[in-house]
């Protein structure tokens, strides 16, 4: 079939929400149409084994590629020539687009965590925020399917609201390093968990796909299928069963609704050509990112109406979160000098702080709502342009004090749960558009006291682990207000047209279909209706599962 | 002669007064080329990376900018600042000027900030030698040279007068860092030993670094219990 023609369903995104969607459909029998605005791609452009002395300025990051030379993302980054975004006055917003088939799966860090019990059920364990229409039980078989489709390495350690997977789900997590067992030991001193970390990432051979080879940075792209992406995986098994159809360089602005207020397809822009087209189907799902779906609905033309596509409810923008991000560092002299031994490993973790302090947030002790999880970071690796960060002087005690401090500094990376607020959201800029003439996005955005409180818990906490393995801070972390990232910058942006239990106060139902329009789905990180700290898309792509199984019921028995 | 110094251009020989004039007042402060400033320059305008590189041709698209003269004083400062020492390389030898000269000629805003520290900061080295020694920077004796970086190398007894100097120096031994440390030879030196691919499960540590860390972790009173 060609994007000419009538689908069941028409696609719009290719990452983790539209490329499940894909696959799911495809392989219940449906016809897709996938549109993807960016180009094809395949990690095999990647080079795999190249290192930053193959790259020109070493592979810094540049304006141009902003995660360094061979970060996986093409035509994209925070800023892109042409189509830009705006703020509101007094607001700071990162915006990070991957226009490329895969999506931002081709580069991302590949962690894997599942929400818990407390996540999909927060207001109802603090009165904050917004429950899910959905529980933990509800997902959890979903959570089940998806890892074991993905490939996800981990281990289950029973702890509060970080649930175990099912029985056989989970791949075998490779060893802690050095460092990480270091690390576990001041953790158990002091009652902070060091476990193993979840990865998007198979240590065992499934299907087509290798085991990791333990070498070469994930964010690149993986082209032995490791690391998953959706390039390695859902795409090409949804265009093996021979029912997908792929456009790309398709800029999809606007969902195509006929007089009773269905969903007849999505009008786009052929880059190439420069032409507006129509893709027609039975049922559209979008999937075009938080941000893309977002403005893809409220630039769309209702009849009668002004607040744009399925927005009956006025949530459509609203409620955009982000993860908590900040860092502090140190040094521990208790790792200088120590014995060397290849850690590339998976590049990335092998060991995580997951949330441990639920108790003293219930018994009030603690005076910050939601938790977060510590990413680290510590391992003899490509010494790269930061190598003398911090190093004075110069001669051979220059050398040596490069050598004796190589591996011997420890990262940890505040990932945190943000709470919906009414000062954060995105609407349509009237007065600018991109140089498609599609009318662009402006962010608001601002974090709460609640979120600072949290940075200053994990500053505290993080301290504490410092100085119980005698470390010392690189520097002392800022104020919160300062310490903190800025909105979109941790690229976990999520719920502009969140899911509910009530048409009145959300965008979708639990399975993603809009309440204002029968045969429109969502199955993007738009319908996240809290942003826990855990990362989004193992639950994007659970979701998406979940809810493409609905399409497939329903297009079968012809409800659609 | 005389027909040389009638055709140069008004603004060369400006140029030369103002020059004659800076060393003159470089002259009357004493023993410092203190009096010098540190122009900001203009931005490179050149093609960079691009948002969609062709990794199957790697190549940095921007044309060199640096002189043999800043060329030579950077070889002269980089193998001062990571000496060679037995087997390894000093970083003249493996590239790190070359690199540096890369860095500096690229399109990009942090790279420009480093041009103007860096470029500036050469004509210092070489005007500092000149007033102290009577030579530029790479023709002083190595007891004049480490004197002078002995004034601009160590954060906490910078010379006082000499804040660009020292930001200068900072930054050319963070950028020979990197650059010597991302090279094989730097590699060897730091005992970095990825980038191996290998089959089957992840090795993890060495029985010799696994040995290490359990005594470390046991001298603090803590439980060794790796996962």
Sequence with gaps: ?560 | MTKDLITIDRRVTLKWLMGAMAVGQLAACGDQAKGLSWPEMEAIKAAGIGKDPDFTNIATPWPLTMTQAELETTAELVDLILPGEGDIPAPSKVGVPAFINEWVSAPYPDQHKDRVLIINGLKWLDDESKVRNGVPFIRAEARAQTAILDDIAFKDRVKEGLDKPAAFFARMRSLTLGAFYTTREGWADIGYMGNTPGTGDYAGPTPEAAAHIKGVIEAMGLNYTPA
């Design chain 1, 1 to 560: 079939m060609t994007p000419e023609d009538p689908h069941d369903a028409v696609v719009v995104g290719s990452g983790a929400g539209g490329a499940m969607a894909a696959w799911m459909l495809t392989k219940a029998g449906a016809s897709v149409l996938m549109l993807e605005a960016g180009r094809d791609y395949s990690p095999d452009e990647s080079p795999m084994l190249n290192m930053a002395m193959d790259a020109p300025l070493r592979g810094v990051g540049t304006p141009d590629k902003e995660f360094g030379y061979y970060d996986a993302t093409v035509d994209g980054g925070w800023s892109m020539p042409g189509e830009p975004y705006t703020m509101a006055e007094g607001s700071e917003f990162m915006w990070w687009r991957s226009r490329m088939l895969g999506g931002r799966t081709n580069h991302w860090a590949r962690n894997s965590f599942r929400m818990g019990p407390y996540d999909f059920k927060p207001k109802t364990r603090d009165g904050l925020g917004y429950d899910w229409p959905v529980s933990y039980e509800d997902m959890a078989p979903w959570y089940d399917r998806t890892e074991k489709l993905v490939g996800v390495y981990g281990s289950n350690d029973g702890l509060e609201n970080h649930p175990n997977s099912g029985p056989g789900v989970l791949q075998p997590p490779p060893k802690f390093r050095v460092w990480e067992t270091f690390l576990k030991a001041g953790g158990d001193a002091i009652n902070v968990p060091v476990v193993a970390a979840r990865r998007a990432i198979i240590t065992k051979k499934i299907d087509e796909r290798s085991p990791c080879y333990w070498a070469s940075g994930c964010g690149r792209g993986c082209s032995i299928g490791a690391a998953f992406q959706t390039t390695t995986s859902l795409i090409p098994w949804a265009k093996k069963t021979g029912k997908l159809t792929i456009a790309t360089g398709a800029m999809v602005y606007e969902v195509l609704l006929d007089t009773s207020g269905k969903a007849t397809g999505v009008r786009y822009i052929d880059k190439a050509t420069g032409t507006h087209k129509e893709a027609k189907g039975r049922v559209v799902v979008l999937a075009a990112s938080t941000g893309e779906t977002a403005r893809i609905l409220l630039n769309s033309q209702v009849p009668g109406r002004s607040e744009g596509l399925a927005n009956s409810s006025g949530q459509v923008g609203r409620n955009l979160m982000d993860t908590v991000g900040s860092n502090i560092s140190a040094w521990f002299p208790q790792l200088e000098g120590r014995p060397r031994y290849n850690e590339d490993g998976a590049m990335g973790l092998h060991a995580y702080i997951p949330f441990w302090d639920y108790k003293r947030i219930q018994s009030g002790e603690v005076d910050t709502p939601r938790g977060y999880h510590v990413e680290i970071g510590g391992s003899f690796g490509d010494p790269g342009m930061g190598v003398g960060s911090g190093l004075d002087g110069y001669g051979s005690s220059l050398r040596a004090d490069v050598k004796r401090r190589y591996g011997a500094r420890i990262g940890f990376t505040q990932r945190g749960e943000m709470i919906p607020n009414a000062n954060s959201f995105c609407s349509i800029d009237t007065n600018t558009k991109d140089k498609f003439g599609i009318p662009v996005l402006k962010f608001n955005f601002a974090w709460a006291d609640h979120e600072l409180k949290q940075v200053k818990h994990f500053q505290n906490a993080m301290k504490e682990l410092i100085d119980k393995l005698g470390g010392t801070l690189v520097s002392e972390p800022a104020d919160p207000a300062k310490a903190i990232s800025k909105g979109g910058e941790i690229i976990h942006e999520v719920g502009t047209a969140r899911m509910g239990a009530d048409a009145r106060d959300s965008v979708t139902n639990q399975f993603g279909k809009t309440w204002d329009v029968d045969n429109l789905y969502i199955t993007d990180g738009s319908v996240f209706a809290s942003k826990a700290h855990k990362n989004p898309t193992i639950t994007i792509m659970a979701l998406a599962m979940r809810s493409s199984d609905n399409i497939a019921t329903r297009l079968r028995t012809g409800e659609l």
